[in-house]
């Protein structure tokens, strides 16, 4: 029974350490998608670039990118209006 509880122990921190590196290695992608959406201002880009830094699971990383990419949408949609409105 400790023979047992020992190799699940390890199966679960090599699922643990598998997941952080899974985590570690989506963030340079992750930001590098915030840097394409070209509405967002560097400060803004810069806000989410941290919250990936600090995002633990791959679900908060989605959700972060997600965020950015409606913000980003939002702002060329103000900014069609504004253009629509000057004219």
């Known amino acids: ?6 190799i699940k122990e390890k ?3 090599e699922e643990e350490d598998r ?3 899974e985590v570690a290695d989506a963030k340079d992608p992750a ?3 915030i840097d394409t959406l070209v509405n967002l201002s ?6 989410f ?7 633990d699971t791959m ?3 989605q959700a972060i990118i997600t965020d950015a990419q409606k913000a980003d949408l939002a702002k060329q949609e103000e900014k ?8």
Not at 80 to 87: F, V
């Open 59 to 61: 679900d908060k990383i």
């Open 31 to 33: 930001k590098k998608t």
């Open 19 to 21: 997941r952080k590196k």
């Open 11 to 13: 199966r679960a921190k």
């Open 49 to 55: 670039k941290s919250a990936i830094d600090a995002a």
């Open 42 to 47: 560097a400060q803004e880009k810069d806000k």
């Open 80 to 87: 069609s209006r504004k253009e629509r409105e000057a004219n």
């Open 1 to 6: 029974a400790i023979h047992e509880a020992a």
